[in-house]
């Protein structure tokens, strides 16, 4: 889609909103398996949460935090906050711990609505999070009262209906400029950033050619979780913008993902590259082809997806970008492992380190400046030398690898810093570190990402212990377990006696990467790798992958 004879004022959700219900207003916009809305409804019931969290004391271009599941009432929330010019802040619904407490106390968030069954983590960390005064709560099937009960004794707590019971709000003009999203994203250096996205931006983020388009009354099938601008942006509002409906699922199956799809009547879907091979896994059968999906955005290719394509039948879409740059190349017919050419508005070079052009063939950073403002984002909340590194010389830098071809093709090669990806989550090292480093018998950790038989990465740890103090590699995955998010739970522990370091007193993460996984522990298997098994798949028998 070309956005650039698109007035910038007309890019925000109001306007999208007011442009679909002039045309279909009896239209579903979204569903998921127990409940449907109309443009008209989900705009009405929009402004009536809009109201409601006016009524909580949240104010304009002030934060709420939502750790929801993939659902309607997720998309109303989000509704009710776009027409109403607050800005969203989405927590991965696998935070817990220090992780989620540092989340919402550095957001500044006062109000959060959250799933009934993580309110449990909200007590937990209360002491940590004293700027959080009210709590609304989307009850589940079984009601903790005991939950219930400690959380009204900490917050002003109230019930998920009682937003939509609130007099409508009046929708709010939005300039481009004004927030949107504060989308934590995870640091390289450090911890968790929260990358500043105005709507304008967030616009550009759905409407990449690269993510597919839905065409007016198609179904576009999300099956990515909300709390990632992927699943919200490129599923959601991609289809709200094009004036299709997007189909929520309530999470990803790989044994069920085309008889849903085929059961919907999509046309168009958006898959991490995880996702694909997962499907790619599954026995194959004589109703794979058997679908209505024309296309899919996959991010990143995986290794085979020639074959891919052919056994499924569909046209393979492909992008770059990152939630602070926007999807900036697109590939719309991937036939190759290329990532595409730049989309219309941006410019994008490759820097050495001193922000010199390389010339084709070379790999350095990939940069980019946008031809219209609020295109990307502004910055990092409350990181004013981090958001100037970011703009260093009036070039927003991605930290990532890339290089070109002669034919002006960009190709992906790695992350410049320590960054993971895994199941399609990225995932700070630091982060993986803090949470090791909090067990009493640790004394240092490195977390490196290692190759994977999946697409994307595994995550390695090498790990010293305190004098005097044993740990066995089971009982430190035990406590992580227990203390982390699942996706971030190390695969490989490897136990030294001391971590290789720089005459400064840096590790060299770089060696602990080289080595491999030969002599560690495997989570996967039980045991340690030896020479012959360090390349060995992971069996879909362990049961760690989903179904």
């Known amino acids: 889609m070309d956005i650039s004879g698109i007035a910038m004022e007309d890019r925000n959700l109001v306007r999208v909103m007011e442009t679909a219900l002039r045309a279909r207003p009896s239209q579903i916009a979204i569903r998921d398996p127990d409940r449907a809305l109309s443009y008209m409804e989900l705009w009405d019931e929009g402004l009536r ?14 934060p709420i935090l939502l750790m929801l599941d993939n659902h309607v009432d997720n998309g109303l929330l989000w509704m009710g906050i776009g027409l109403s010019a607050r800005i969203e802040v989405s927590v991965n619904t696998a935070y817990r711990g220090q992780m989620l407490a540092y989340i919402i106390a550095d957001s500044k968030a006062t109000v959060a609505v959250v799933e009934e069954q993580y309110l449990p983590r909200l007590v937990e960390i209360a002491a940590d999070i004293p700027a959080l005064r009210a709590v609304v709560v989307r009850r589940g099937a079984d009601t903790d009262d005991d939950s219930l009960r400690r959380a009204a004794q900490l917050w002003e707590v109230s019930d998920f209906a009682e937003l939509s019971a609130a007099p409508p709000a009046s929708p709010e003009p939005v300039a481009p400029w004004e927030l949107f999203s504060f989308s934590y994203t995870s640091g390289t250096t450090g911890r968790s ?37 992927a699943g919200r942006w490129g599923g959601i509002y991609n289809a709200l913008i094009h004036q299709g409906t997007a189909h929520v699922a309530h999470g990803f199956s790989a044994s069920r993902y085309w008889e849903q799809a085929r059961a919907v009547d999509a046309r168009t879907s958006q898959l991490v590259g995880t996702m694909a091979e997962f ?26 997806f020639a074959a891919w394509r052919e056994r499924f039948g569909v046209r393979l879409l492909t992008a770059y970008g990152s939630t602070e740059s926007g999807a900036i190349i697109f590939n719309a017919d991937a036939r190759s492992n290329s990532v595409g050419r730049p989309r219309d508005g941006y410019d994008i070079r490759i820097f050495d380190p001193n922000d010199i052009e390389l010339p084709p063939g070379e790999v350095g950073e990939a940069v980019v400046r946008p031809n219209q403002p609020w295109t990307t984002s502004i910055g990092y909340l409350g990181r004013g030398e981090e958001t100037a590194a970011l703009w260093r010389n009036g070039w927003l830098h991605t930290g990532d690898a890339l290089y070109r071809d002669e034919d002006g093709n960009f190709f992906f090669v790695d992350r ?112 340690f790798v030896t020479a012959g098994e360090q390349n060995a798949p992971l069996a879909p028998h362990h049961g760690k992958e989903p179904a």
Not at 51 to 59: A, D, E, H, N, Q
Not at 287 to 293: K, N
């Open 279 to 304: 499907l790619h896994l599954q026995p194959e059968r004589a109703s794979d082809r058997e679908h209505g999906l024309r296309e899919i955005c996959i991010l990143p290719l995986p290794r085979f």
């Open 49 to 62: 949460i809009a109201g409601g969290l006016g009524r909580l004391g949240v104010g304009r271009q002030q």
């Open 193 to 229: 950033k929260g990358v500043l996205c105005p709507h304008a931006h967030a616009f550009g983020q759905a409407t990449s050619d690269g993510l597919g388009t839905t065409l007016p009354g198609e179904v576009r099938f999300v099956v990515l979780p909300q709390f990632h601008a």
């Open 416 to 527: 410049l810093d320590d960054a993971i990806r895994r199941r399609g989550e990225n995932i700070s090292s630091v982060e993986v570190e803090l949470h090791v480093c909090a067990h009493p018998a640790v004394a240092e950790c490195a977390a490196v990402a290692v190759p994977s038989e999946f697409a994307e990465d595994e995550i390695k740890i090498a790990v010293t212990l305190r004098p005097g103090e044993s740990l066995s590699e089971p009982a430190l995955l035990d406590f992580l377990d227990d203390t982390m998010p699942r996706f971030m739970v190390p695969r490989y522990v490897h136990l030294l006696a001391e971590l290789p370091k720089t005459a400064t007193s840096k590790v060299r993460k770089t060696e602990i990467r080289k080595a491999g996984v030969i002599g560690c522990w495997d989570r996967a298997t039980g045991a």
